[in-house]
């Protein structure tokens, strides 16, 4: 079982340039999350998608879009980078549901020059 | 906004010795699970404790909860290299996980040989 893939792991960008990041379940859960992992920090949530057909916005939406492709896929836009949005960015799944635990991929370690 | 705030940021113990790590939160909440995360790795769920329960143990990991106080304690016995990692507190909001879950900035805990 692969889990929670994520690709690419290691990307550099430069201002204003735009990159998708994909994520992948094989778990057939509804939910999907994209978070982001500052130095020192905690994850904090930028979008979720709690079934197939749904996003909602996180604490910290600004500079990102999400599309959720089918129930497998959840990918993460930067449509203009900035270098604030260097990071690094996790997507999780869950089951349906709260009181469950979430599966995350390894991350995407993203640098924007 | 981080909901949770572990204590300490970080932890050096001997192999063999107990590890504890304290999460204190500001709101309500209907479950609060604990995370570890491996240096470049994703995070993976250790525990879930539910807004009424007050202790659950799984293999050498015993965690409590105390609505009343805001705060959780983690505890790992007879601690081992491998538990080196950071370690993370996160609750849930009113959706009960299902809208994503709120990390504190972490415990990092380095176990000597």
């Known amino acids: 079982n692969a889990g929670v893939t994520q690709t690419p792991k290691f990307q550099v960008l430069k201002t204003g340039q735009s990159m998708t990041l994909q994520c992948a379940q094989d778990m057939n859960h509804n939910s999907m999350y994209w978070y982001r992992q500052d130095p020192g920090m905690g994850l904090r949530l930028i979008y979720y998608s709690a079934s197939e057909g749904t996003t909602d916005k996180g604490e910290v939406p600004n500079g990102y879009n999400v599309s959720r492709l089918n129930k497998r896929e959840f990918s993460l836009r930067l449509e203009s980078a900035a270098p604030s949005q260097t990071s690094v960015y996790f997507c999780?799944?869950?089951?349906?549901?709260?009181?469950?635990?979430?599966?995350f991929g390894d991350g995407t370690r993203l640098s924007i020059l | 906004s981080q909901q949770g705030e572990e204590d300490p940021q970080a932890l050096s113990i001997q192999e063999g010795e107990n590890a504890t790590m304290n999460c204190s939160y500001k709101t309500s909440i209907n479950n609060l699970q604990w995370y570890r995360q491996n240096s470049g790795r994703g995070l993976v769920h250790l525990i879930l404790i539910r807004s009424n329960e007050r202790e659950k143990h799984s293999g050498r990991l015993r965690v409590t909860l105390d609505t009343s106080k805001k705060s959780s304690s983690l505890l790992i016995t007879a601690s081992r290299a491998a538990d080196t990692a950071s370690y993370f507190c996160?609750?849930?909001?009113?959706?009960?996980?299902?809208?994503?879950?709120?990390f504190g900035k972490g415990t990092h805990l380095i176990i000597q040989p």
């Open positions: 996160a609750t849930d909001g009113s959706g009960g996980g299902a809208d994503g879950l709120t």
């Open positions: 999780a799944s869950s089951g349906t549901g709260g009181g469950v635990p979430q599966h």
